[in-house]
């Protein structure tokens, strides 16, 4: 059984900060990508940033210069640094891997953080 939980999402006011986290726990054999996704309201969901195991890293243009992923693959953690917030990332955060386990490879999804960006 592999979760992922994430945290940290919250209130903030347009031009502030917010750093997400995303554990994931469980038997896992390995972690390949791990990604950030968000789903605005009567919005399709959209990948945010990506980084595979090696460190490599992707972003949506929307958030290029402003957010930043990381990961610590001693605790199967990933982070969103989110700076310079804008009323247009108000969403729902998505936490995703893809998972090494029982064998098997496949892309598990954590719960959801919500984060409003307003004054």
């Known amino acids: 059984q592999v979760q992922l939980v994430e945290s940290g999402g919250g209130l903030v006011q347009p031009g502030g900060s917010l750093r997400l986290s995303c554990a994931a726990s469980?038997?896992?054999?390995?972690?390949?990508?791990m990604n950030w996704y968000r789903q605005a309201p009567g919005k399709q969901r959209e990948l945010v940033a990506e980084?595979?195991?090696?460190?490599?890293?992707n972003y949506a243009d929307s958030v290029k210069g402003r957010f930043t992923i990381s990961r610590d693959n001693a605790k199967n953690t990933v982070y969103l640094q989110m700076n310079s917030l804008k009323r247009e990332d108000t969403a729902v955060y998505y936490c995703?891997?893809?998972?090494?386990?029982?064998?098997?490879?496949?892309?598990?999804w954590g719960q959801g953080t919500q984060v409003t960006v307003s004054s």
């Open positions: 995703n891997a893809v998972i090494v386990s029982g064998g098997l490879l496949r892309a598990y």
């Open positions: 469980g038997s896992i054999f390995s972690i390949n990508a």
């Open positions: 980084i595979t195991n090696g460190g490599s890293t």
